[in-house]
């Protein structure tokens, strides 16, 4: 997962699926409580955060370090974060010298009014921090794109926020019960998929119910 605040409460994310070659791209504007971060990450639980300390704020670093999954934070100076000019020509190189061209979701936040638009800048993030790890290649030429828009599940799915998933025990118990972790949560009790995919699948199905 890779994350930005350009602005104060404007979030830009980039969360890449590596077994699935999947890229998921959005941005959404934040209450004070950080209300919808912390759903995201309660529902996704990235087991890697990679961020610019200097475009994250301390409210939303606190709230990161804070989930209850053991994740690794990657820091990334400002000489390693392209601004949005810079990676749009960089992405060049992976998609093509006609931006028309470029994944569909990309293009939608290319096309806004915003000189620095919090998905990009994320997206930005997210390749760079690839191609550091010498794996951008393999990924992105063949990656799927999809947009994570808040609004759109908020329209089709129950969403549990995170005090939900917290105090209902969804997919962790409380550390008041003395059995802190996975084991006894509902998830924990539901779950019978055999495949990695097949637990994926029915975490997110539980994260966003019907």
Known sequence: LSITEPQQRSIGITLVDVSRTMFYVGQFQDDQQYVMLRTFLAQVRPVEVVYNPSSLSIEALKIIKNTPVATVFTIRQNRYCWNQPTTLVNLEKYFSEDRTNWPEVLQNFINQEEQEVPAILSFGIATGYLESVLVANQLMKVGHYREYRPDVLIGQNMILDSQALEH???????????????????????????????????????????
């Open 168 to 210: 209902l025990e969804i997919f962790e118990c409380l550390e008041e019960t003395g059995t802190k972790g996975i084991n006894g949560s509902f998830y924990h009790y539901i779950n019978r998929a055999v495949s990695p995919f097949g637990k994926r699948m029915l975490k997110n199905w539980v994260a966003a119910p019907l």
